[in-house]
């Protein structure tokens, strides 16, 4: 009975684990770049977003002063406190940066030349030297940390210099860049959907393959022909760019859209003396606003977030710099080390793409059927 239509299959419990399954494999990181974003550099490093409501083992580095160093029996001695506060724990301490935590709290380390230390769990600490103490020696310990959740890390990205241009440039980059090709395939998509000429299967075959051409590979030669014609690395050369790229899967997706259009009202409206021109404008780009939609999502998406065609296609000045590559160049610099405030950076840069997401969601799915059913 499972194949009656309005039968509940026996098999609706696996789909339903599934989805959950696949919701939670999207959600998890998420969750962990959410937490990751409001913790600081030091804890990220010591322990997993997961583990961020325990307290964290971390490692500290102090310095005894020279000038505390008191001479008893021919031997020199500092005595301190690790903490400035007087409150802590000491779990483990060193005296060397090699291995800071070779010696349990209270125990007495023997340390190069003679030199000894001893660090009590409540941070006290005695060192001694048989020489004169002339430099002040490091003390190495571990103690475990509360917990610390701030907004620090949103604060450095929001303050940072020129962060307010870098939107307006992601806005000027990306507006264009999404609009332009929409323009460009809803024509040629309604050609090789509706209008009869020679070579259009040639054409459609030929869109379909550029969809699996990385853009890598047209980077160069494309920059080239930008310098040749004087638009290279400037925003008009980067919204061609974004279009040139954007333009196989606009007209493949605007394409099985309109074919699945009813053809009785196409021909009805060509009998009545409509031109192709206004059968397009008047009846085919309002049905065709679902696909439309759909890809404006993506192509918005993609552009927002673009990072290689930015620094490729537009001038390294900060002045021009996109909000990723700002980022990327500035906030993280070459090695991108601060995971706190790739987090942070990565929250705030997907707002926007977020508002035009669930804006335009309703069209998602009708779209990206277009020409699934007859």
Do not use: C
């Amino acid at each position: 009975m499972d194949n009656i239509a309005g039968t509940k299959s026996s098999l609706s419990w696996a789909v339903n684990i599934s989805v959950v399954l696949l919701v939670l494999i999207w959600l998890i990181p998420t969750i962990g770049l959410l937490v990751s974003s409001f913790r600081d550099r030091d804890q990220i490093s010591a322990s997993g977003w997961w583990l961020s409501p325990f307290a964290v083992e971390q490692n500290f580095q102090v310095r005894a002063s020279a000038d505390d160093a008191v001479e008893r029996d021919g031997v020199f001695v500092i005595e301190g406190n690790v903490f400035e506060d007087g409150e802590g724990e000491v779990l483990r301490f060193g005296g060397a940066r090699s291995n800071p935590t070779a010696s349990g709290a209270g125990e007495r380390a023997e340390l190069t030349r003679d030199r000894t230390l001893q660090l009590e769990a409540n941070g006290d600490y005695v060192y001694t030297s048989p020489a004169e103490i002339t430099r002040d020696p490091s003390i190495y310990f571990s103690t475990a940390t509360p917990p610390e959740f701030s907004t620090e890390n949103y604060q450095t990205i929001m303050a940072s210099d020129n962060m307010d241009r870098a939107f307006i440039n992601t806005l000027t980059v990306t507006i264009p860049a999404t609009i332009i090709p929409i323009l460009i395939a809803a024509f040629a998509a309604y050609a090789l959907a509706w209008m009869d000429f020679r070579g259009r299967g040639f054409l459609i075959a030929m869109v379909v393959g550029l969809l699996v051409v990385p853009l890598q590979l047209a980077l160069v030669p494309l920059l080239q022909l930008h310098n040749q014609v004087g638009i290279g690395q400037s925003f008009l050369g980067i919204w061609l760019a974004h279009t040139g790229f954007g333009l196989p899967l606009a007209i493949y997706l605007l394409r099985n859209y309109m074919v699945g259009l009813p053809r009785d009202i196409i021909e009805s409206a060509k009998v009545d003396g409509a031109t192709d021109f206004q059968v397009f404008t008047k009846i085919v780009l309002p049905l065709s606003f679902p696909a439309l939609a759909s890809f404006a999502i993506f192509q918005f998406l993609w552009t927002w977030n673009d990072l290689l065609v930015a620094k490729v296609f537009l001038p390294s000045n900060s002045e021009s710099w996109v909000m990723t590559v700002k980022i990327a160049d500035d906030l993280l610099g070459s090695r991108g080390g601060d995971w706190g405030i790739l987090a942070a950076a990565a929250f705030i840069s997907i707002a926007v793409p977020l508002v035009v997401f669930f804006t335009m969601q309703r069209y998602l799915v009708r779209g990206l059927l277009a020409g699934s059913v007859k």
